[in-house]
């Protein structure tokens, strides 16, 4: 088991503060021995649970494809002829900035999936910084042309709603989906959710307005978005309303963005 300390720490996300925004890899060995059970049982399919597939076997920000490339052989090996090895597609992701022609080769590689999951979340460099995601727009677009050029069926992670958005970040997401879905990728569009444990879990529901649903069911019509964004409205209010009911006892609550004005920056978390 590796482990260190990472910047991945978006704070509309409960995994990294499960465990401290600490990486935690579960060895090639411990793996392989997972994977040769799975082929003595007849089972067929090996998958990942990530955020954030290209960072196995890294203690940096920075992948590390020696790592991921022993481990995909292994699992290939393991799995034998007849089964099949998904890396990068549900339930896992790939940060954009991780995308390179390299690592893309090596899941085409090793792997057998036809798409891949990048996680934007937002179409606004101001939201993408107040979410801490260590990321930039440009670099979603880098990572959608890329993979589409190396043969892969892109889907865009985008959550709609998002604590401190104004109209001018709610333009650029669409603008920013409408882009995507030219290239040929498609947006898995989502809701913001306050959930528990994150630091924006104080945040209101994530409110998506008429105008926004009309461009996001137009883009749904010609196919270029899917996804359960519609009922994750109805369980976002839920859990505000769970939140407003039950207050935790004996802490203070979490300061959240505020909508600025437009060309103004957000205002960020200040007790995270």
């Given at each position: 088991?590796?482990?260190?300390?990472?910047?991945?720490?978006c704070?509309?996300?409960?995994?990294?503060?499960?465990?401290?925004?600490?990486?935690?890899?579960?060895?090639?060995?411990?793996?392989?021995?997972?994977?040769?059970?799975?082929?003595?049982?007849?089972?067929?399919?090996?998958?990942?649970?990530?955020?954030?597939a290209?960072?196995?076997?890294?203690?940096?920000?920075?992948?590390?494809?020696?790592a991921?490339?022993?481990?995909?052989?292994?699992?290939?090996?393991?799995?034998?002829?007849?089964?099949?090895?998904?890396?990068?597609?549900?339930?896992?992701?790939?940060?954009?900035?991780?995308?390179?022609?390299?690592?893309?080769?090596?899941?085409?590689?090793?792997?057998?999936?036809?798409?891949?999951?990048?996680?934007?979340?937002?179409?606004?460099?101001?939201?993408?910084?107040?979410?801490?995601?260590?990321?930039?727009?440009?670099?979603?677009?880098?990572?959608?042309?890329?993979?589409?050029?190396?043969?892969?069926?892109?889907?865009?992670?985008?959550?709609?709603?998002?604590?401190?958005?104004?109209?001018?970040?709610?333009?650029?997401?669409?603008?920013?989906?409408?882009?995507l879905?030219?290239?040929?990728?498609?947006?898995h569009?989502?809701?913001?959710?306050?959930?528990?444990?994150?630091?924006?879990?104080?945040?209101?529901?994530?409110?998506?307005?008429?105008?926004?649903?009309?461009?996001?069911?137009?883009?749904?019509?010609?196919?270029?978005?899917?996804?359960?964004?519609?009922?994750?409205?109805?369980?976002?209010?839920?859990?505000?309303?769970?939140?407003?009911?039950?207050?935790?006892?004996?802490?203070?609550?979490?300061?959240?963005?505020?909508?600025?004005?437009?060309?103004?920056?957000?205002?960020?978390?200040?007790?995270?």
């Open positions: 088991m590796g482990s260190s300390l990472s910047k991945f720490r704070r509309f996300c409960q995994t990294p503060f499960m465990f401290s925004a600490k990486f935690r890899h579960r060895s090639i060995e411990n793996v392989r021995w997972h994977v040769d059970q799975m082929r003595a049982r007849g089972l067929r399919d090996v998958r990942f649970i990530t955020p954030t290209l960072s196995y076997g890294s203690q940096t920000d920075e992948p590390n494809l020696d991921v490339e022993e481990l995909l052989a292994s699992c290939k090996e393991g799995i034998g002829p007849n089964g099949r090895v998904f890396f990068g597609s549900f339930p896992s992701e790939i940060r954009p900035e991780h995308v390179s022609r390299e690592a893309l080769r090596l899941v085409k590689k090793y792997c057998d999936n036809n798409n891949i999951i990048v996680g934007a979340q937002s179409g606004s460099d101001r939201v993408l910084d107040a979410a801490k995601r260590g990321h930039g727009v440009e670099e979603v677009k880098r990572a959608a042309r890329l993979g589409i050029e190396e043969g892969f069926r892109i889907n865009v992670d985008m959550i709609f709603g998002m604590p401190g958005e104004n109209q001018d970040d709610v333009d650029d997401s669409l603008t920013l989906a409408r882009e879905a030219d290239l040929g990728a498609r947006i569009a989502h809701t913001f959710m306050p959930l528990p444990g994150t630091p924006w879990r104080d945040a209101p529901p994530g409110d998506v307005d008429p105008e926004t649903i009309r461009e996001v069911d137009r883009l749904s019509r010609r196919g270029a978005l899917y996804g359960h964004w519609q009922k994750q409205r109805d369980h976002a209010a839920r859990l505000a309303a769970a939140a407003e009911a039950y207050p935790r006892p004996g802490r203070s609550r979490t300061i959240l963005p505020t909508a600025p004005a437009a060309g103004k920056p957000i205002d960020g978390c200040a007790t995270c």
